[in-house]
C-alpha cells in the first residue's frame, strides 16, 4: 500500500503543478501582467512547486534526508537521466545552441551550494545567500531578454502565446478551477508522497537520504524528462538542454532557498563525501556539449544512462 500511495501522490503532484501554472499564467495575463514576467517568475516557480512542496513537507515531518536528496537527487537525475533518454530516441544537435552563459550560472550554484553544505546545516542565512542568487539569475535574465527583444524590435509584443499553459480564450470558471486544483492538490500530493516514502524507507531497511535520492528525486524530474523527451523528438535541442540548465539552477537556489525559512535542513555527511560531487559531476559533463559544440548522439545517451545506474547501483547496495 505505500508503494499505490506513494505512486498515487507524485501522480497528484505532477498533476495539480501543472493545473496551477495554467491557472496562475491565465490570471496573470487577464490581469494584464506582462508576458516576460509571467515566463521568469510564475512559469518557473509553478512547474517546480512539486519539488518544493515534497521539500517544505519533509522539513515539517522531520525528514530533511528527503528534502535534501530529493534536490540532489533530481539534478543528478536531470542531467544524466532526463538528458540521456532522449538522446536514445533522437541525437540532440546542442552544437547548435549557445547555453554557456547559463552553464556557467549552473556550475557557479552547484559550487556554491556545495560550500554552503560543508557547514554542515542549511538555515536561514543559507537560504538568503541562496534567494539573492536566485533573484541575481532572474534579473540576469529578464535584463538579456529585453535586450534581445530590443534588438528583434519587428517581432510582436504580445507572445503570451509562448507560455506553457497559456490560452487567451480560457473562461474564468476554469483559471478559477485549475486554481483551485492546484493549491489543493500539491499539499495533498506531497504529503501522501512524504509519508510513504518515509515508510518504505523504515521498511526496506534505508534511510530517508536514500529514498529522497532515488523514488522522490526520480518522480519529481517526470516533468522534465516528458519536456525533454517532446523536445529532442522535435529537433529542439536547446529547449532541451535549457530546461535541464534551468531546472538545476532553480532547484538549488530556489526549492532550498525557500525550505530553509520554514526550517533548518541537516546534511548528511554522507552528501558531503559521495552525493554533491556525483553531482557536480554530472553537471560538468556537459562541458564538451556546451563548449566543444558536440551533439548528444545515442551514444552519449547510453554512456549517460549507464552513469545513473551506477550510481543507483552505488547508493542502494
Given at each position: 500500500m505505500p508503494w499505490v500511495l506513494?505512486?498515487?501522490g507524485l501522480l497528484i503532484l505532477l498533476l495539480a503543478g501543472d493545473a496551477l501554472v495554467k491557472g496562475a499564467v491565465n490570471l496573470s495575463l487577464r490581469l494584464g501582467v506582462p508576458a516576460l514576467v509571467?515566463?521568469?517568475t510564475i512559469v518557473a516557480f509553478g512547474t517546480s512547486a512539486p519539488e518544493l512542496l515534497v521539500s517544505i513537507k519533509a522539513i515539517l515531518d522531520n525528514a530533511p534526508?528527503?528534502?535534501l536528496g530529493n534536490v540532489v537527487g533530481s539534478n543528478t537525475a536531470n542531467i544524466l537521466l532526463v538528458l540521456g533518454i532522449p538522446a536514445l530516441l533522437a541525437t540532440m544537435h546542442s552544437s547548435e545552441c549557445n547555453t554557456r552563459k547559463t552553464f556557467n550560472m549552473m556550475i557557479a550554484a552547484s559550487v556554491l551550494f556545495i560550500l554552503l553544505a560543508f557547514r554542515g546545516?542549511?538555515?536561514?542565512?543559507?537560504?538568503?545567500?541562496?534567494?539573492?542568487?536566485?533573484?541575481?539569475?532572474?534579473?540576469?535574465a529578464y535584463r538579456d531578454t529585453k535586450k534581445h527583444r530590443a534588438r528583434n524590435s519587428e517581432a510582436s509584443s504580445d507572445d503570451s502565446e509562448e507560455?506553457?499553459?497559456?490560452?487567451?480564450?480560457?473562461?474564468?470558471?476554469?483559471?478559477?478551477?485549475f486554481l483551485v486544483l492546484g493549491l489543493v492538490g500539491l499539499p495533498l500530493g506531497a504529503s501522501l508522497l512524504v509519508d510513504n516514502a518515509s515508510i518504505i524507507a523504515r521498511a526496506y531497511g534505508v534511510s530517508d537520504t536514500v529514498i529522497g535520492l532515488t523514488l522522490v528525486a526520480i518522480g519529481t524530474s517526470l516533468p522534465e524528462l516528458a519536456t525533454?523527451?517532446?523536445?529532442?523528438?522535435?529537433?529542439?535541442?536547446?529547449?532541451a538542454l535549457g530546461n535541464v540548465i534551468g531546472s538545476n539552477i532553480f532547484n538549488l537556489l530556489g526549492i532550498i532557498g525557500v525550505a530553509t525559512l520554514v526550517g533548518p535542513i541537516e546534511v548528511d555527511p554522507e552528501f558531503l563525501r559521495f552525493d554533491l560531487w556525483v553531482m557536480l559531476g554530472a553537471s560538468l559533463l556537459l562541458f564538451?556539449?556546451?563548449y566543444l559544440g558536440w551533439d548528444i548522439t545515442r551514444r552519449w545517451g547510453v554512456v549517460l544512462c549507464a552513469v545513473y545506474a551506477a550510481y543507483l547501483a552505488a547508493i542502494l547496495i
Open positions: 506513494s505512486v498515487l509571467v515566463s521568469l534526508g528527503i528534502a546545516v542549511f538555515d536561514v542565512w543559507s537560504g538568503i545567500i541562496l534567494l539573492s542568487g536566485l533573484a541575481y539569475v532572474l534579473f540576469d507560455l506553457e499553459g497559456a490560452d487567451p480564450s480560457m473562461p474564468g470558471w476554469r483559471i478559477g478551477f525533454t523527451v517532446m523536445a529532442a523528438l522535435r529537433r529542439q535541442a536547446d529547449v564538451p556539449f556546451v
